[in-house]
Structure formats: C-alpha cells, structure tokens
C-alpha cells in the first residue's frame, strides 16, 4: 500500500531538509505555519523564520525586500489568503523577477468542510498569467519534495507551488527527479488521454482502471508544471492517442485544461475535454463527497474519457 | 561617498534637481512634478550631499544604505539625485519615459542604474524596506534602509501592517521619511481621507517619531542624525513640504500631482527656477 500524505507535509519535511544546505533560505508565514506545516522549518531554523502575522500583502512584500538582498525567501500561507496580494506578486515581485517562492497551502476544493470561501480554484490561473511566474502543482510528496528541491537550488525568479490540505496516495516513487516543465507518463495507454494536476491525478489514475475494465487504454499524465508546461509530451499525447482530458482541482477557465488547450491550439489541434470546477463556487462538504458533486471524481473523468472516442 | 553640507553647494544642487524634474517632464509629455520638486531637498539630501552610504561607481556593492521609493511616481526627482551623485549622466535624463529608456515611468530595478527595488503601486514600498533591514540584521551587515512615502499614499492598509512588522522585529535600520505635503490626486488629503494625526497614529505603532520642516536641509540632516542614533525601534521622519514647491504655479495645487506643463507654463516654471528657457 502507497503511502498517504498531504503534499503541504512533503513541503515542511523538504524545506526544513533545504533549509540545511542552503543557509539564505527564509521562511515566512501569515499565522498559519502549523498548517502550512512551515512549521518544521520554524522548529529547526527559528531565527531564519519570520512569522508576519494575518497580513499576506505586507508578507509578500517583505519576501521581496529578503530577495534583493540575496536571501531565498519561502513565504506560505493558505492559496486564498494569498490571493489576496496578487497586485503584490505581480508589481514587486513579478516584474523585478525576485526570487520569491510563494508556496501556498490548502488549495482547492478538497478545503473540504470550510467551504467556498476557503476553497482556492482559481489561484492557477491568476499565477500562470504572469510573465517571470513559475507555476507547480505537484500531485504527491515526491513531485513535491522535488520541486522544493529544485526551487531552492534554482533561486532565479518567483515560483508558485500549490499544495493541498488533504491527505493523497503517492503516485510516484523514491527515484523520482524533479525537473522544471517536465510531466510523467504514469502509464502508457493509446486510446485516449488524460492529462491531470494535484490531487486529481489520483482520481485520473482511478479512472484509468475503471476506462481499463471496459476495454479502453489511457495514458495517465501528471503533470506538476503548469508553466512553463511540457510541450513534447502534450503533443507526443495529442499524435499517438485519440483525444485528451485534462483534469484539475481549479476552475476549468485559466488553469491545467487552459494551458494544455492553448499548446494544441496553436500546434496539434486535438478533442478535448475538461474536468475541472466549471465555472462555479464550491460549498461545505468531505472532499470525496464535493469531488462527485462538482465532477472531479474518477468516473466523471472515465466518462469523460469515453464521451471523447465517441 | 564623503557627506556636503556646504550650504550653497546644497541649495545649488536642489535647484539643479528642480529645473530636471521640470524638464524631464516637459520633454516626456507627461509625469509627475508636483512631489518630486517637493522633495528635493530630502533627495538631495540622501544622494549627491551623501546620507546614503553608498558607491555610485558599484551600484550593486552588497553593503550599500538601501533605498526604496515607495511613491514611486516621483522618480523624476529620484533620477535626478541619482544622476547628480554620479550613477549616470544628466544626459540620460531627457530620456525619462521614452521607448527603450532605462528611466520608466515608475522605478524598474531591472533597467535603472542604482535603483535598488523596483516600485510604482503605493503602498508597498515599507513592506520591501523590511525585508532588506530583516536581511542586514540576518547578515550581521551595518547597512540601513531608507523608504519615503507620501501622506496619501498611508491611507493603503498595507503601510500599517508594515508598520507593525517593523517595530514587532525592532528594525531600527529603517528610516521613513513621510512626504506630508498635504495633497492628493483628488485634493486635499484632509478632505479625500483624513490620515491625521499622522506623528499619533506612528507613535502608536511604536514608531520613534520625528517632524520637520522637510524643505530645509539643516533640519533633514539633524533628523537623519538622530534616526540613526535611534535603538530598538524604526524612526519616521514626518516631514512637511510644499508640493510643487519652486514653481510659482504648481506650488500647493493638487492640479499639478501628475499633469506636464505645456510650452507657456515650462517657460514660466524655468523662470521661476532663473533659467532663461528657449524652446
């Protein structure tokens, strides 16, 4: 049996590893580092940690001042506080390429019971629109602790990770290497496609067994970067299989499906389909339960799938 | 760079910036004069007349006195003081806000010389200045970080969650200086949003709190002086100017916060600055 963790646990662990090797690394958090799980960097390097309290804009900001001074600033907090300072990210961070890695917790509609003001679905796409912004969605702890890995030993602009509250089946394996733009083929199916982010490329992976059973072979995609996003496999996916479904734990407008539309529009034009919050707010619920409900789970992606072959 | 208070040379070098700022604006169609020209004499202060510990020749020399223009809007002024310190030419600052010119519209430390943060969106500039202060206490490193703001700029709730994170982490290498020249875009600040009493509302945060007349150097200096002989707690040096101040017809006139002159009024605010200007 895999192991089952939130990504935002594989974030702690991995910063507080990084944290180690790279002494200008400075972490930063909004009141929230026992969820953020900033907390394990906080036990090891208490000095090299600045809590700034219920202000993500002033918090954003202070990263940036760390960053033109040579540290390596980790700032976290939930991904709808976050939000909040994106005029921030984009003029002092963004358009100076400051290496700020704004690593933002609680993503998604998988918030759960906290409800719709809670639930992040539309951080992606505010993100990815933002020249010098690198944007990461890792679906399990290795694609996670990799990234972290690698943005601390790539402290060349901003970075945007997502993670998640809820706990996930890793997908992945120890030997896994994070690099910047790359997906992984999680298996090998030629009918059809999916290509996900987080924590739907479990549910992709459930879908796939289920598409299985009825005959038809799909191709699993994780594909943690969202920009800059791997162009090769997407088109290698959009030649060798029938159609390609794209699912993410975010509004279907601006994210994973938007990203993947926008290579195959203008380079291999293939069907489609989105699995995604459809333009809709969430509500109070188990994350299993609002997955059925708004259409992320793995038969709404099988079927998906099998509306694609027609 | 070695510190002037040779009170003539000051004056000269205010002037200087003055007649700059209003013709980098008049040549760029556009900008805005009204703050610059109000705070020459703090910009003189902190680059050519050498409150800054700075090296014009090593822009980038890591223990440098950071600077962060806040109210990034008056970067006419702010190109000025740079160019008269030495980090390039006066010729350069014709060029303010045309295609392909180092000197934006609002500060980019990614084309600038010397500009050590980009900035431009109010209210984010005293966010910035800690991150820097926390990194040169981090460092162990001497250096201190100036930031100046605008009175209207401090009706962003941004500026008192800053203030808060400057005094809860003692960032006694942070010197504010707070434009209070009484103006905003839409009229008088008191009218559009009061932000009084500015010095209570500091001193609350728990802010080292100084006020002066922010045109006259001998009390931007002694100001300066006793920011930096300031333990514990960050200093904010309120100081009150005439917006617009040199030029007969810009001088206390909201008008004139982000509007260029046209030919009539350039030839008249270079006269008032005794240049006999031919255009």
């Given amino acids: ?310 | 760079m070695t510190k002037t208070r040779d009170k003539q040379k000051l004056a000269d070098q205010a002037l200087r910036l003055r007649r700059h700022v209003v013709e980098m604006v008049y040549q760029a169609g556009s900008g805005h004069p009204g703050g610059a020209l109000g705070m020459a004499e703090v910009f003189v202060s902190l680059y050519p007349a050498g409150e800054l510990k700075i090296r014009p020749e090593e822009p980038k020399w890591d223990d440098r006195d950071r600077f962060v223009l806040s109210k990034g809007h008056i970067c006419p002024g702010y190109y000025a003081a740079l160019a008269i310190a030495g980090y390039f030419s006066e010729d350069l600052l014709p060029t303010f806000r045309k295609l392909g010119s180092p000197l934006q519209g609002h500060p980019c430390m990614l084309k600038g010389t010397g500009i050590d943060v980009s900035s431009g969106s109010l209210g984010q500039g005293l966010s910035v200045a800690n991150g820097m202060a926390i990194a040169a206490k981090l460092d162990g490193k001497s250096y201190r970080v100036y930031v100046m703001l605008g009175d209207g700029e401090v009706q962003e709730g941004q500026v008192w969650e800053a203030a808060m994170s400057s005094t809860h982490y003692k960032l006694d290498n942070v010197c504010a200086i707070l434009d209070s020249n009484g103006l905003q875009i839409d009229g008088k600040v008191s009218e559009i949003m009061g932000v009084a009493p500015l010095a209570g509302k500091w001193e609350a945060f728990g802010w080292n709190v100084i006020e002066i007349d922010g045109n006259d150097f001998d009390q931007i200096f002694d100001a300066f002086d006793r920011a930096r002989a300031t333990k514990g707690k960050p200093t904010i040096i309120i100081a009150r100017t005439i917006k617009g101040k040199g030029v007969s017809f810009m001088e206390n006139a909201c008008e004139w916060h982000g509007k260029a002159p046209n030919e009539e009024q350039y030839r008249q605010a270079m006269s008032d600055l005794g240049v006999h200007a031919t255009v």
């Fill in chain 1, 1 to 310: 049996m895999a192991e089952k963790a939130a990504t935002r646990q594989a974030y702690g662990k991995t910063l507080a590893e990084v944290g180690e090797l790279h002494p200008e690394i400075v972490v930063l958090d909004a009141d929230l580092s026992k969820s953020t799980m900033t907390v394990d960097f906080l036990k090891k390097f208490p000095d090299r940690f600045f809590n700034m309290g219920i202000a993500e804009s002033d918090m954003v900001d202070t990263a940036a001042g760390l960053a033109t001074c040579g540290k390596i600033p980790f700032a976290s907090t939930f991904a709808i506080f976050g939000s909040r300072a994106w005029e921030q990210i984009r003029n002092t961070v963004c358009r100076a390429n400051l290496n700020v890695n704004l690593c933002f917790t609680h993503a998604g509609i998988s918030v759960g019971e906290d409800g719709a003001s809670a639930q992040a679905n539309e951080d992606m796409a505010i993100m990815r629109v933002l020249p010098n912004m690198r944007v990461i969605c890792p679906c399990d702890s290795f694609e996670t602790a990799g990234a972290v890995r690698y943005m601390a030993e790539h402290p060349d602009g901003p970075y945007y990770l997502r993670l998640g509250r809820a706990k996930v089946v890793d997908v992945l394996t120890e030997d896994y290497r994070f690099e910047l733009g790359k997906g992984t083929a999680l298996c090998d199916g030629g009918d059809v496609t999916i290509i996900a982010c987080g924590s739907l490329v479990q549910q992709s992976m459930a879908a796939a067994e289920e598409l299985a059973a009825e005959g038809i072979q799909a191709r699993v995609i994780t594909m943690p970067a969202i920009k800059p996003i791997d162009e090769d496999l997407i088109l290698a996916a959009a030649a060798e299989t029938k159609g390609i479904v794209t699912a993410e734990e975010h509004q279907v407008i601006g994210g994973l499906g938007s990203a993947v539309a926008e290579v195959l529009a203008r380079k291999h034009p293939a069907p489609m389909k989105f699995i995604g919050m459809q333009d809709t707010f969430g509500e109070s619920g188990t994350p299993d339960e609002l997955f059925d409900k708004y259409g992320l789970s793995a038969p709404h992606i099988a079927e998906a799938a099998t509306d694609l072959l027609g």
